[in-house]
């Protein structure tokens, strides 16, 4: 098995794979290992900021058993699987301002108990949530085991798609 050593960028700039705590000079860019994110130095261990970020699927899978969860940074690329028993339960999506998931995020969700999962925004005049579901601005999962994924496509813009009431 191949190991890549580093990341060619559009402008030919190469990129080196680098653990959270590596020093990069001033505008070298590195590739983050334990976060999976393109970042530039600022001369230290502090990012000075984000060219990228979409970690993908994570292996791990969290689990939230409440009746209401609203997600999290770390929440990005996962898959989320809602255990909540037969109680009804919902999953908040947070403004941008509050929780800044970058353009692209994918996070998906399953129905594991019996409990209707809906799906909605914490502020809905603020963010806006749209789906196939018959109310489009809060889908709920169709049944036990059901799944979606929600997408980040704008700044305050998210869509629900897959086994949505």
Known sequence: MSVITQVQLRRGTAASWVSANSTLAAGEVGFETDTLKFKIGNGSTAWNSLVYANPGINQSTPTFSTNAYTLVTSDAGNILLASNSSIAATLNIPTNASVGFPIGTQIT????????????????????????????????????????????????????VGDVA
């Not at 799906?119 to 799944?147: C, D, E, Y």
């Not at 980040?152 to 813009?157: L, S």
């Open 109 to 160: 969700v399953i129905q594991t108990g019996s409990g209707q999962i809906t799906i909605q925004a914490v502020t809905s005049g603020t963010t806006t949530v749209n789906s196939t579901g018959s109310t489009a601005t809060t889908p709920k999962l169709r049944a036990q085991f059901s799944s979606a994924t929600l997408i980040k496509t704008a700044t305050d813009t998210w869509y629900v």
